[in-house]
């Protein structure tokens, strides 16, 4: 077992840089994971590690040893790895067991010790029924097993995972993500996950690594980056925030369309323009009242709301014609067209830094 | 379950400097593919601007383009492709779409035939239309005079005759425009129609709408690669056109070969086909690069055919109808011809004969040599042309090495060669002595008179086609099925062997089939490079036809068919088949 560390990891493509200066350190037996939208250079860096691409600048450690630098990188089968693909890469001429016992051959084991490994790996992964089919024969669900187990049962030092949910239908999607954390919280593998679903991400992730543009936006548990981004992008990709702008009054409070909102996060530079990200069900929101609106309290117009079931969905416009998303209470109706007042937790609104 | 002891797995060395070898392997294929490819072109430029001395002169473009000798071929030349682009159009579009799209019965059985007549080398065909349609033997013109007592004089059919060599022609090159449309109309998602039923088209408003405007490139593909076909095509003019008098632009070469040779004359000949069908490959696929309607993603149900209500049988009668042209009339002839005492006569049973089955095998003192030679050609160029192909599309399609387009450039280059032009070129690059270009002395390299230079010509004619079906066959496989392989260990060598050749190997065999069944019924380029001991089965063909041989023509193009039909079909019984099958079903 051994840590990952990225060390000013940068892969340009010509004039672009796919991955910019990226360092990041893995925990031996952490699960990171790398999120972000498609382009954002997640996949790039995945394949740097797996060591199918050579970095332009930086280097790849595992515990001690440089496996990737701009000089010298180790071929992908020298790294003690193993890879679950998005496509699963299983192979179409061998059955569901010799995809599985592949790696083992390959490793010079003898057949006994492979047929077992090979028995309890599709145990676990509970595959046992379909040893014998071959990869057309099996359904998607199947598919992604059999690529978890092939990739498991060699006990790889650093585990790879590009995506491997994104070919499955929701509700197969959703097991799995559990799947996939169970089998690493009995194997604790190093492992690296790539995924664009923040729900992905945090079900499955120790650590959450958003990236944007090539570059690491936000590093932290799932918890950090979901209660305390630290950017616009990361407030809005993660968790679907509103971004409130205006301009900071004092070190604490900043004037939104004209009302102060007392925020938290950091201590504010009067004057300057300041974002603040609060999340949709952190707004309480009530018809209009007679009257001023206690502290903390924007008025609007209700545009829109939809019911969702769970909660209804509002949107309401600010007098200086920004719009506010707000989960309600599912039975609370206000009609659109009537003013209402939202009130904003101060402990909820986070002024982000970028 | 527990956890399994990590010690045996086995720990790898430790780093090793990475080889790059890429620069080597690109020199060395670049480097096949400029003797295959550029050497002869270059050859065929500067004999064209070489005066017999050697000196520069445009002499020979003035001699070639300012003589009605040369004039009347160029003209005759494009009256045909023009004419056979056109007539392929008119029959095969149609005909695509009743296959396709249609309910018309049996549609495989007209699919198959139209692959019968795909498979007949075009110089086969030309004689077996002489059998049937010469003014005065030809087996029609006989029915003709028996059943309308014409004088013996009279004739329905000329062969011989611009007419017949545009119909002969147009016989064995509409497959290709039937392929195509037929291909495309199989590729439109039926939704496509549906939807617009669904928005109140009648059927032919959805076919003027849709299902036309989307198989126009296809179609205009096909025509310009007939027009092509009929440009460049030597056997059929050469059997029909000559007796009748006239020369097309590619006989017009082979004559130039004919002593005492013109070589300077040939090569400034050359160029204007060369150009020609470069600049017409440049816009097929401008055609069909911007109007591509390749529908990507989402799934789509099978077409739903369209009712033809009382027109089916007779649809399907007039295919067979004009099947009659390419495949059965001809075939008839030849059988006729191989088992007859006399080929010109209809056979009887008094007639039926193996004479001359036992004349081509034991009394035609050229047979058994001359299969020799196409057998180790044939293999030779399948496994040497295989391989080539094979790594060229490897290194592209994974963008192995640096400089890889160039690489699928030059692999791709020969489409637009000629076979007769790349047999000039071939011809000159190495038969010639001593030659002093600027001042620089050539020395020669002479494989004029070997197997070599027709193993050359035949690699250089076939790469395009195998680096393309191979470079489909490798894009099918998932560069991540390699790629998961090495992460579990396996140096590239090991993944390529275990994990991509199997899954190659079908696409693989159907090359080396294709290649070989290509080669044994190649002649235009043979007919320009080969001498007594290294003639092959199309030339042997060929020359029996100035000694009239008809009997042993049939019986040796009959006995050409049914190698490339053995081949064809022991290729499909090799297993890997099955493999690909499940690749294609991922």
Redo the contacts between chains.
Sequence with gaps: MASVELRGLTKRFGATAAVDNVSLTIGDGNLVCLLGPSGCGKTTTLRLIAGFIEPTEGEIVVGERVISSPRRTLPPEQRMMSMIFQSYALWPHMTAAENVAYGLKIRGLDKATVDARVKAILAVARLEALAGRYPSELSGGQQQRVSLARALVVEPETLLMDEPLSNLDANLREEMRFEIRRLHDQFRTTAVYVTHDQAEAMTTADVIAVMNGGRIEQLGSPEDVYERPVSEFVARFIGASNVLKGQAIDRTQVAIAGVPVATTGRALEPGRETAVAVRQHDIRLAPAGSGEPPANTLRGVVRRQVFLGSSRDYIVEMQDGAEVRIAAPADQSITPGSAAWMHLDPERCRALTR | ?T??A?S??????A????LDLSGPVLALFAALLVILVVLPIAWIAIFAFSTKDGGVTIANFVAIFGDAEFQEPLVTTLVIAISVGLICCLVAAPMGWLVARSDMPGRRLVRTLVTASFVTPPFLGAIAWELLAAPNSGLLNQAWRAISGAAPDHHLFNIYSLGGVIFVISCYTFPYVFVLVANALDRIPGELEDASSMLGARSWQTARSITIPMTLPAILAGVLVAFLQAMNLFGSPAILAIPAGFHTMTTKIWSLFQFPPKPELAAAAALPLLVLTIVLLRAQSAILGQRSYAVLGGKYGAPRPVRLGAWRWPALAICLGLMLLPVFLPYGALFNAAFSKVPSKLITWSTLSLHNVHFTFFELSQTWGVMRNTFLLAVLSGTVGTLLALVIAYLVARRAVRGHRWLGFLATAPIAIPGIVLGVGLFLAYTRSWLSVAGVDIPPMILYGTLWILLIAYLTIELPASYQQLGSAIQAV?P??E??????????L?ALR??TA??LLSGVVATWCFIFVAVVRELSAAVILFTSDTKVLSVLIFDLKESGDLGAIAVLGLMMLAITTAVVWLANLIPGAE?RR??S??
């Design positions: 379950m956890r399994l990590r045996t797995l086995v720990q790898p060395e780093t090793r400097l990475r998932h991540e099925l790629e998961a392989s090495r992460i579990l260990g396996a140096t590239r090991r275990e994990i199997p899954l493999a499940q690749a079903q991922m």
